[in-house]
Each structure stands twice: as structure tokens, then as C-alpha cells.
């Protein structure tokens, strides 16, 4: 049928047409390029030599890769328009779905680190992929002759049969391996070729379809989708993490402790099918299954072991690592209660992964990856049956594949889920049901992740007030029940929490915990967006920051459609209230997002950008116009493919033909170790780095040699992983000082500390001097309190050269060192002398942390800037020296030197007009100083700068 607008094509046809032709373009001039033979030498027509001379190379294979790139594009281009004119008009609504995996790729290829040759040509399937597609779309186009409703459709399911067939082979052929080891030896024999002939078979039964009428075609549609989908059940199975390959023998990790998560997962693969199957009540009409979109993530996405390349899964990395390894542990073995004893950094979700793979595993450290790995998995399964019920099965598995998995995407999937489950179902004829379920819902996030749900749970409030109001017309006396039964729980909640009991206190703790923390946030873990520009970025700067906060446009863009929707009185709907939960939702994360802009990769901004294109904005799209759905996920396609080489989290189309092959080999980075035969139990048995043993082993065998059993020691290295391997609780408030910065979680922890002092206090393992926050500048309340400790002889420096301790007298394993040796080891341990604009920023903040400071009455000399002279009333210690200061324009760093018993503190700061705080007792010989009543400090400041006035301070320690 003739196109009655052929004479004035639609943009989005042409482009469409055009786009498609340069795809099949390139992949025909790539595959061409490809089976040429050798390039022969360029022709010389004389004795000259240049760079090809010297290479022995020709332009040959150039020459061939534009003649047919241009060819083939042109007749392409040329051939879907005739076809789009005389056939189909609304080819190019199929033929925009068909090109996704090649801008996919193309964006994957903008930031992507340099590689070989050969392996940048293997990246380029995903574009003989999208040529496939394309070639697919012509076809049905061809067949079908005519130009009806359904052809739209049809011909989209007709694209997504072959891709669902390939995922489904490659789900039940990883699955079933990873269920059974001896079978993954026969299956792991198999070519990418034997996956190839489900989906080349179900694709020719699909073109066979469009021949059909469109009911019949409709049906036939309909079975092949069931039948492409089935398989995506096998999914689960890849939850099991691959085998590791030893001397030859297949062997399970994840210190598994028998066969029950095997079985376990194979259950549940099977109600995944029975799922899939009962999902298929339209016979004449194609659907995805919710359960299949589950299953095909889960293999796609955690296929490989679910590891993120970042340090949270790099047990190296004793601080990332140690924050999901120690919290189960802690509460288990150790009765440390969560927020009451401890502060889990992320949330009672760090107890859930240790439970989980203490549940199923040995609980060693070999089974955290294993726990991960479930964790992540649940929540993809619940993200993926809201998400596919609102979206629809196909856009839920395009937006949860473009979204990247970085270590805060479970609970964001979580909060994905809560905002479609709930909001969606507005309309509900039970609203009391609905508000129990809200307020169940919104405890768990906000136990699971303090910050992300307890944001996730406000910005459902104006539903909850909608539902409220609804409950109150429609179903008072049940609303006032469930309101009596809700109370009388929290009250009994709280009075047992007077007492110690219940999950009273814990939620106390937490809610102290969110209050103390907030305020400290953005000083103590941010950084300033604009340092970014000056770093060697992936894109230009400018380029790179716009990139990875695009959400920003996403907030902006809902803000000014719900204030349209306002000034047009359309603000009914369910999607009103999507708008405005993921709205507020944006707004209130802005302090947590911009608090880590990193200095390098995507940062949270990134990670907030990807979230609000791949899942919110679509959710917001499908309640208000679900034909725009399509449009959506384009929008989100281009700035996710451009962000996901940052997050390392790119679909790799080779990896993935190879994923039921995949297994983890021995190599020098890694082998198969027994944590018990190296004399670290706790480590379990599996791969793992040798350097791994080198960082525990020596303080392990100290803590072990010198503590009994019912001991413990504090460590102050950061590497809170140390307190698994040792099995040994942790005294204070976290295992990492460093996330103590708040005054009452120090003070807390001293009279924890006081009450029952460790005889060891871990001060160096040969790797602190490094960190740039040492617990002089993060926790100085504990610090100076073992400094008082140290000074009183409850503490003795230790050393062996490498690691450095306090310990108890008589408790050290060799003689301890003089006291003026020691403190030189701690300050060359814990002295920063580069304090860069701290005591001006302390400055500016003077009016708030006056509290901390006890000012000292004295007499401040000043010697035109060149000493200052502090003579006190009465002898005392001088914590903090105040300098006002006026500078012209940007000076330079300015120098203070004084004297400390027999050491000779400085610092390098850089002034500013102001007051500046001098923090002297960072260093530990000015904190061990013997009480003074004078001092003198030569002072070194630039011309631009001159002091006016000077005061003195010494720290209030609880």
C-alpha cells in the first residue's frame, strides 16, 4: 500500500532508513576487511622510502572498508526507503528498536580504553547484530505484502524471538553446568555454534509467520516467544558461582557447605518455567513473562560471579571488603548488636549479604562473593517482576539491561521496586492493606540502607496521605484497627527498648545514627565538583561532568511537567504521584550524590544519572503514556552506553557466547588456597591472592601470639577485614576509625574502650602512613584519648619494623621501645605535615566547633610575622594555635616549626584572610608534650600575608 505521506517523509523515517543503511554499511565493509588475505606492500614506482615502505604495508584494506561501506549504505539506504513506500509504511518504527545494539556499541566505544585490533573488531557484533535485526525487519516486511494494524508489533516481537532464543540457550547451557559440575564438563566442550541453531530455527518459523494472516500470525508469534522465552528460567542456576579449574579438576566455590542452594536454585528455576507458562493466557498475542526477564538478567548480568570492579569485591582491599565481611560476623559470633554495638556503613543490607552466605556457605570469606552474588540476584528478581508488570516484559528488560550493576544497585533496585509496586496500584479497592504494606516497606528500606530509604520512604508520603484520606472514606473502621494495632506494636516496641529488648534500641541507634552522620557528610566524604576539571578525564571535562549528570535534566524536565500538569488541572493519575515520588526522591539524594564527586570514573552523579534514564524516568513514562515508552529508553540509551565503559559494566557479546565455558583458572594473581593450612581458617578454602596472606598473616600471628582467646584488640589501620580473619570483636563503633568522625560515636566508643581497654592497639601494619585521613585528623577524640593512655603508662610503642603497636605493659612480645623512640615512630606513623587550606577551612567553621575547645588564658606574642610566643597563666598543653590572618590575593604556603620534647613538628598550610586553626596535637609528640607555660613557634608567611592577632586552645576530651 502506497504511503500516502511518501511525497514528505518523517524525519524520524528518513533517519531511520539512513541509520539502518550506514549500519549495514559498516558491518559489510568490516566483514569484508575481515576475510581479506595479506595486505599487500604499496607500489613504488621508484626507490623511495616513507612509513609504509618501512611497515611493508599497503592502503588496500582502507580503500576496500570505504568503497563498500559507502556502497552498501547507499543501496541499503535506497532499498528500505522503497520498501518503507511501497510495502510498509511504518518501517521505521520497527527499524529504530532494530539499530539499539549498534549505538549501543558505538557509544561503548567513545570512552572505551585503547585495545588490540582484534579485540576492538570482536566488539563490533553488536553491530553485525543490529545488521541482522535490520536484514530481519526487511524480511517480515517483505513477506507480510500488506500493511496492517498489528504489523508493528508483530514485527517487534518478531526482532526480540531471536534474541530471546540466543540468551535462552546460553541460560540453560551455563545453568545446567553450573548445577552439575561433571555435566559443565561436557557442556563447557560445546562451540558457540551449538547455541545458534534454537534461535536460527525459531528465527526462520518467525519469517515463515508474516506469511500467515494476521491472527494466525499473531498465535504463531505467540508460541515462539513462549518457546524463545522457556529456557530464560535456566537463569537462576546461574546464581552458583563458576567452577574453578585446579590441576585439571573442575571444583564448586563458594564454600558451599553441601548441595542445598543447588537444589534450592533448581526449584526455583523450575516455578520460574511454571511462572513463564502461566503467564501465556493470550495465545493469539505475544507477551514476555516477568520471570523470563529475571532469568535472562541474571544470566546476562551475574553470569560471570556478579563481581563489580570495585573495591567492595576486592578482598584485597581490607576497608571496602571488611565493610560486607564483619557485620554478620560480628552479630553472629560476637553478639555486636547493629547500630546498638556497631554501625554498619551501608545498612542492615551488609548483615544480609553476611547471612546469606553464611546460610549457604562455610562462613569464610571465600563465600562472601557467594552471598553477594544471591543478594544481588534477589533484587534483580524483584526489580525485574514490579518492573515487568509496569513497563511491560520487553522495556523492563531493555531498562534493567542498559542499567549498570555498581555496589549500590540492589538497593536501588529495591527502591525501583517499592515506588512501581505501590504507586501503581493507587486504585486499589483496599487501602488499609495498602498502607500496612507501605509502612512495612518503608521500615525494611530504610533498615536495609539508612540514606536511600529513608529518602525512598518520603518520597512516598503524598501517596500515603492520598491513601490515607482514601482509607478514611472508604474503609474508616478497618484504617482505625490497623492505625490501633500499628501503634500498640510501636509502643511495646518501645517500652521493651527501655529495657534492652526487641528492635527497640536498634532503631533508636539508627535513627542517631542518620541524625549524627548527616551533618558530617559532605565535609568529611566530599570532594568539590569543580577539582574534577582539572583531572585527564575520558571526555573533555565540560563534556564528561554534563555526561554523568544528566539526571539533573530528568529532574528539571519532571519538575516543569507537574507544574504544567498543575497549571492545566491534570494533576490525577497515578503517574502525578510517580512524578513527584521520583522527584523528591532526586531532590533529596542531590546531598549524597554530589558528596563523592570523585576525581575519576562515573562518581555517584553517574550512577544517579543511570538509575534516573534506565529505570525512573521510564516508570513515570509507562503511567502517563506508555506508547512514549520506546522513546524513553532511546533517551536513556545513548548517555548509559557512553557512562558504562566507567563502571566496567559493558555487555560483552563474546564473553557472553562464552559464559557456560567460563571458569576461574589458577594463575599468578590468584591460586586455590586453604585459609587453615596457612593458619587463617577464616580465609576458607578457595582462589584467592597470595598477597592476601601477606597483608593478614602478620597480624593475625601477632594478635594471635600475644591476646587469649576471649581478647580482642583495636585496630586503627583501617583494614577492618582484619577483626573476620582474626575472629576477634571489634571494641568500638566501627572496624574502620575512619568512619568514626562524629563526636558522640567516639565518644561512646572511649568509654567502651575504658570500661574494658585491649591490651593491643594496632597502630601501623606497614601501609597507614600512606592514608591521607589519619585518625589524628578523622578520629581525633580516640586518638588523643590512647594518647592520654599513653602518657599515663597504660601504653607501651611497640615496633618490629614493619607492624607497630601500644600494647598493655608486660604484654608486648618483645621489649617495647624508649619513650622517645616511640613517640618519633608515631609521629612519623600519624604526623601530616601538609595541612593544604584544613586550618582555614576550621576557621571558617569556628563559630560551630568552639564546642570542641577549651581556650586557654594567655599571652600571645606576635614578631611581624616571622615567631609567635604563647606564654599561659598556668602550665598546660596547647592542642590548637589560632593565627588571624589578612592576605592579598592567592599566597603562597606559609610554614610553622616548633619544638615537641626532643621532635621538631611543622606544618605547610596554605592562608587566607581569616582566622586559621592550627591542629599542633595531630602530632603525637605535641600531644604528648609535658604541660608548659610558654612556647614559641617560628612562623614563616608569605609576603602577601601578615597576622594580626593569636589565641590558644587545648581539646576538650570526654
Known sequence: MPDANAGTPSVSALSGSLIAGLVLGGAAAIAAVAVAGPVAPAHHPSFVAGEMSLLGLGKALESRFVWTLMLVAGLAFAGLETLRHRVQPELHKVLWPALMPAVYWLTNRVIAPPAPVAEAMGDTIWLFVSAGLIALTAASALLARQTDAAWVRDARWGLLVPVLATVSGIAVLTGLGRLDLDLFAVLSGWSVWHLAWFPVLLTALCLFSFTLPQTARGTRLARLTLAAQLGLAAGFLCLLLPPAEVDGALLRQGGLSGPALPILLALLSVGAAVG???????????????????????????????????????????????????????????????????????????????????????????????????????????????????????????????????????????????????????????????????????????????????????????????????????????????????????????????????????????????????????????????????????????????????????????????????????????????????????????????????LGGPSRTGAQTVFALAILLPMVVALRAPRHLLP????????????????????????????HQSRDREDAARQWIDGAAEGIPALGTGLMSPSLIVLVKPVHDLVDSVLADDETYLDLTERNANYFYLRRPVPVESGAVATMATRGMQTRSIARLRADPPPLVLVDAGYTSGQPFPPPLRTPLLYRTLMDELAAGRYEVWTDGTLTALFAPGRAPSPTLPVAEGIARLDGIWGRPKLDRLPTAWGASADTIADDLEPLAATISLNDGRSVAVALERPGAIDFLGLTLSCMGEADPATITWAAGKQTPSFIFSPSTGLALLPLDIWPSQALAPAARTARFALSLPPACSVSDGAAWSRKVP
Open 632 to 659: 524513553a529508553l532511546w533517551l536513556a540509551l545513548v548517555p548509559i552506553g557512553l557512562l558504562s565503559p566507567a563502571f566496567r559494566a559493558v555487555l560483552d557479546p563474546q564473553a557472553l557466547a562464552h559464559l
Open 276 to 598: 513463564i507458562l502461566r503467564g501465556f493466557r493470550t495465545p493469539d498475542r505475544p507477551t514476555l513473562s516477568p520471570w523470563a526477564v529475571a532469568g535472562a538478567l541474571i544470566a546476562l548480568k551475574l553470569g560471570d560471579g556478579g563481581a563489580i570492579a570495585y573495591a567492595m569485591d576486592n578482598p584485597l582491599d581490607l576497608y571496602h571488603h571488611g565493610e560486607w565481611l564483619i557485620p554478620w560476623d560480628q552479630f553472629w559470633r560476637h553478639g555486636v548488636i547493629p547500630y546498638v554495638d556497631s554501625a554498619p556503613s551501608h545498612g542492615l543490607i551488609n548483615l544480609a549479604v553476611g547471612a546469606v552466605a553464611a546460610l549457604v556457605g562455610d562462613g569464610t570469606m571465600v563465600g562472601l562473593q557467594q552471598g553477594q552474588l544471591l543478594v544481588r540476584g534477589a533484587c534483580l528478581t524483584v526489580a525485574s517482576l514490579v518492573l515487568g508488570r509496569l513497563l511491560g516484559g520487553p522495556a523492563a528488560l531493555l531498562a534493567l539491561v542498559l542499567l549498570p550493576f555498581s555496589g549500590r544497585t540492589p538497593i536501588l533496585l529495591l527502591v525501583a521496586s517499592a515506588f512501581g509496586w505501590f504507586i501503581a496500584r493507587t486504585e486499589t479497592r483496599h487501602p488499609v492493606a495498602w498502607l500496612c504494606a507501605a509502612l512495612a516497606v518503608c521500615i525494611a528500606l530504610v533498615g536495609l540502607a539508612p540514606g536511600q530509604g529513608a529518602i525512598a520512604s518520603v518520597a512516598l508520603l503524598p501517596v500515603i496521605v492520598l491513601m490515607l484520606w482514601r482509607a478514611w472514606q472508604g474503609q474508616r473502621r478497618p484504617l482505625i484497627v490497623a492505625m490501633a494495632v500499628a501503634i500498640t506494636v510501636f509502643a511495646l516496641v518501645g517500652v521493651l527498648g527501655l529495657f534492652g529488648h526487641g528492635p527497640g534500641p536498634v532503631l533508636r541507634a539508627q535513627i542517631r545514627f542518620i541524625l549524627e552522620n548527616r551533618a558530617l557528610y559532605e565535609a568529611v566524604h566530599g570532594l568539590p565538583w569543580t577539582a574534577s576539571f582539572t583531572r585527564d578525564m575520558p571526555l573533555g571535562p565540560v563534556a564528561w561532568e554534563v555526561l554523568r549528570a544528566l539526571w539533573i535534566p530528568v529532574a528539571a524536565g519532571l519538575l516543569g511537567a507537574l507544574v504544567l500538569a498543575a497549571t492545566r488541572r491534570e494533576m490525577r493519575g497515578a503517574w502525578i504521584f510517580m512524578g513527584v515520588a521520583v522527584l523528591i526522591y532526586l531532590l533529596g539524594t542531590i546531598g549524597h550524590t554530589l558528596g563523592r564527586i570523585d
